[in-house]
């Protein structure tokens, strides 16, 4: 029971929540804390700050995380699961369907399209980071990290890896 | 099985998510570079489609992406050897080092170390936004490029409306209008 329950608290913010893993957070929040009353408020927060700090997805983590306080490895599974697998489906489904056509005139029209929005989408993104880093490390630091990272990654091609990194290495000794 | 191309998908998968800080889709411009970059599984164009429409469905974007990109690349296996690897290190780590954390989220250098990341991730963001919108151009040309964007913005940003209703609203729009195609090869050219 308590597995269906998981999977019915993970599967809805993962068909109606647009905008990726982020957006999705509030809905698994109702779902967990209003709903099921697994955690309270407080506790989803401090989870959901911790899980923050660390790197990927973060509605996986969320999933992750609750599943495996509520029913242990096999919540943790099935509360991942319910995530993943809806809308993965629907994307290999129409993704297949896109492919079938992707030569047909109309169907090319559609695809160029929405290029400018989702450039307008991941760019609002980049300024969200940009005002969120001079809200926490002021102007100059900010400034500094962002030329560096374009010059190194555009003009030197360095890998992102090697830029992040070495952005953490920063992080930990100037900005400290 | 092709294990060596296991192997490539699942390194590609683990590397993006583990150095993807702030959500699913910070990691998009370095799933873009394994892909596109380092081991050439898409041309630049179709895994922009990728994402555009892992942007039009609901649900997390990066398992979207992950299970796709495997799917293509590796079939059945190749899809959950994606999966595997973009989720579970991230969702144990978080299992794992919550209790930790909390003793450790005010140490000087861990915050430094989070804030330093914030503007590394908007500057790949950034450059993937420049060739979204280079593709757009070459596509629609730079006066179209310019109104879809003028319009995106206006409609996302000021009147608040949802990124999936304005792209599917766009793609109907798109299908429905009679294609052009001289017109667009000779912007094409131009």
Sequence with gaps: MVYWHLFVAFFI???VGYGGGPASIPLIEHEVVNRYGWMGTQEFGEVLALGNALPGPIA???AGFIGFEVAGVPGALVAIFATVAPSLAAMLLLMKLLLKYKDHPRVQQMTSFIR?????LLGVLAFQFFFMSWDDSGVVHTVVLVGTSLLLLEKFKVHPAIVIAGALVYGAVVLS | MDF???WHIFVAMLRANLLGYGGGPA???LIHKEVVGTYKWMEDDEFSDVVALANTLPGPIVTKLSGYIGHHVGGLIGMINALVAAVFPTAILTILLVGTLVSFQDVPAVQGMTEAIAPVVGVLLIVMTYNFLKQSRQKVGFWGTFLLTLVSLVVLELLNIHPAI???VLM???FSRRPEQEREQAQQKG
């Design chain 2, 172 to 174: 109907v729009i798109a």
């Design chain 2, 166 to 168: 304005l792209i599917v």
């Design chain 1, 13 to 15: 913010p993962g068909i």
């Design chain 2, 27 to 29: 990691t998009i411009p």
């Design chain 1, 60 to 62: 996986t983590k969320m």
């Design chain 2, 4 to 6: 060596r191309k296991q």
């Design chain 1, 116 to 120: 400018a929005p989702i450039a307008v």
